[in-house]
């Protein structure tokens, strides 16, 4: 039987969409180049906020405050329908000196985030000094999060096609008739690009406005008994994340240099100097790695119907943000599917 929908891209946001549409009755193919859950969304760090919300347009704060708030119910019945834990946690994020506390504290009580100004030593012993605490902020652990999803989509009754790479989309008049791929040709009545950070080279000429390419990031993985905190750290653009079983993660770069995915000893060493300044009895890290994010100005999505063909969408170019935003960009894709109205301004979303 042929498909309602085929979603090109089996990260978070390709599977999240999925999930979605199968909830909501649609017969779904996923496809994926490689295996599900191997790119961007696995090599994230989970943070489940954007780092600092105030250094953001209020179009990146709409949908990460949106996504934010379905976090609590989603992570609970996918767990529940999976039996996969994805480890979502409220743990908090401790902000380390310096911050840019009035721009944080107007923020957080203009958004009506909870902000408390603490003492550092009350939640790092041995730190002096004053920090600011968002005990709100979550995280998630990205590998059980992506098999759970890839669980979930699957006992909803989605098909996913694994080391299917899409080549090629054929067109007639205003619509996609089908796609080529490195197993053949697919066809639906509709289709989703959810290719992360090759969403634009996909698309070809197609991709418009599409305004997508890869950023590189790298973190540093460490093992200890016991962290000696529980919030996410955060120290300028630094972070640590700690899990529950005592890995922490520690990131990232920002780099732009194309499509490539390999770690480089410049980042390990001054990411390294930076945590042996704060905590120098550390041990080495255990695991390096990089990923590419799928880049867009200003952390600004695309997500949509394109201009000109009409059962063409997108969902993508979520930048640092894809895993927080995940829920609430596949909520408007789905109204926008349905011509259902939106619950937020979505006119910098659109595809041009
Ligand atoms: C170091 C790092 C730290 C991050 N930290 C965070 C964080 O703390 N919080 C947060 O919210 N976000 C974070 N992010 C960003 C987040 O990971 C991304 O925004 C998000 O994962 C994007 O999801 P995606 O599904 O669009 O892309 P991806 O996960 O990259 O998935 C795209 C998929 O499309 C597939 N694909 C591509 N081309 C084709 C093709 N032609 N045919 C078939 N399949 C194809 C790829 O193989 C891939 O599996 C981080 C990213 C990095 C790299």
């Given at each position: 039987?042929?498909?309602?929908?085929?979603?090109?891209?089996?990260?978070?946001?390709g599977?999240t969409?999925?999930?979605a549409?199968?909830?909501?009755?649609?017969?779904?193919?996923?496809?994926?180049?490689?295996?599900?859950?191997?790119?961007?969304?696995?090599?994230?760090?989970?943070?489940?906020?954007?780092?600092?919300?105030?250094?953001?347009?209020?179009?990146?704060?709409?949908?990460?405050q949106?996504?934010?708030?379905?976090?609590?119910?989603?992570?609970?019945s996918?767990?529940?329908?999976?039996?996969?834990?994805?480890?979502?946690?409220?743990?908090?994020?401790?902000?380390?000196p310096?911050?840019?506390?009035?721009?944080?504290?107007q923020?957080?009580?203009?958004h009506?985030?909870?902000?408390?100004a603490?003492?550092?030593?009350?939640?790092?012993?041995?730190?002096?000094?004053?920090?600011?605490?968002m005990?709100?902020?979550?995280?998630?652990?990205?590998?059980?999060?992506?098999?759970?999803l890839?669980?979930?989509?699957?006992?909803?009754?989605?098909?996913?096609?694994?080391?299917?790479?899409?080549?090629?989309?054929?067109?007639?008049?205003?619509?996609?008739?089908?796609?080529q791929?490195?197993?053949?040709?697919?066809?639906?009545d509709?289709?989703?690009?959810?290719?992360?950070a090759?969403?634009?080279?996909?698309?070809?000429?197609?991709?418009?406005?599409?305004?997508?390419?890869?950023?590189?990031?790298?973190?540093?993985l460490?093992?200890?008994d016991?962290?000696p905190?529980?919030?996410?750290?955060?120290?300028?653009?630094?972070?640590?994340?700690?899990?529950?079983?005592?890995?922490v993660?520690?990131?990232?770069?920002?780099?732009?240099v194309?499509?490539?995915?390999?770690?480089?000893?410049?980042?390990?060493i001054?990411?390294?100097?930076?945590v042996?300044?704060?905590?120098?009895?550390?041990?080495?890290?255990?695991?390096?790695?990089?990923?590419?994010?799928?880049?867009?100005?200003?952390?600004?999505?695309?997500?949509?119907?394109?201009?000109?063909?009409?059962?063409?969408y997108?969902?993508?170019?979520?930048?640092?943000?894809?895993?927080?935003?995940?829920?609430?960009?596949?909520?408007?894709?789905?109204?926008?599917?349905?011509?259902?109205?939106?619950?937020?301004?979505?006119?910098?979303?659109?595809w041009?």
């Amino acid at each position: 039987m042929q498909s309602e929908f085929l979603i090109i891209g089996g990260g978070a946001v390709g599977l999240t969409s999925a999930q979605a549409l199968l909830r909501s009755g649609y017969k779904v193919t996923l496809l994926e180049r490689g295996t599900t859950g191997q790119e961007a969304s696995w090599a994230g760090g989970g943070i489940m906020s954007p780092l600092c919300s105030w250094d953001y347009a209020e179009s990146v704060t709409r949908l990460t405050q949106r996504s934010m708030g379905m976090f609590d119910d989603a992570m609970a019945s996918l767990h529940a329908a999976t039996g996969i834990d994805p480890e979502y946690l409220k743990s908090g994020m401790l902000l380390l000196p310096p911050c840019k506390n009035e721009l944080a504290t107007q923020w957080c009580t203009d958004h009506q985030v909870q902000l408390q100004a603490v003492l550092l030593n009350d939640y790092l012993p041995g730190l002096q000094g004053d920090g600011l605490l968002m005990p709100d902020i979550g995280q998630v652990r990205n590998p059980r999060l992506l098999a759970a999803l890839r669980q979930h989509v699957t006992m909803l009754g989605g098909v996913i096609l694994e080391h299917h790479e899409v080549q090629q989309f054929e067109m007639t008049g205003d619509r996609v008739t089908g796609l080529q791929t490195s197993q053949g040709r697919l066809c639906a009545d509709n289709y989703i690009v959810a290719a992360g950070a090759w969403s634009r080279t996909l698309l070809g000429e197609h991709a418009l406005s599409l305004d997508v390419r890869p950023i590189r990031g790298q973190i540093l993985l460490f093992k200890l008994d016991t962290p000696p905190f529980r919030q996410i750290l955060l120290q300028g653009n630094l972070y640590f994340i700690p899990r529950l079983d005592g890995h922490v993660l520690v990131g990232s770069t920002l780099e732009d240099v194309g499509f490539d995915k390999s770690t480089t000893a410049e980042a390990r060493i001054n990411l390294l100097q930076r945590v042996y300044a704060l905590f120098p009895d550390w041990p080495a890290p255990v695991k390096h790695w990089a990923g590419l994010r799928p880049g867009s100005t200003d952390n600004i999505p695309t997500i949509g119907r394109h201009p000109a063909l009409s059962n063409l969408y997108a969902n993508c170019g979520h930048f640092r943000y894809g895993v927080t935003m995940s829920l609430a960009c596949t909520e408007l894709l789905l109204n926008e599917i349905e011509n259902r109205p939106q619950p937020l301004n979505t006119d910098e979303y659109r595809w041009l």
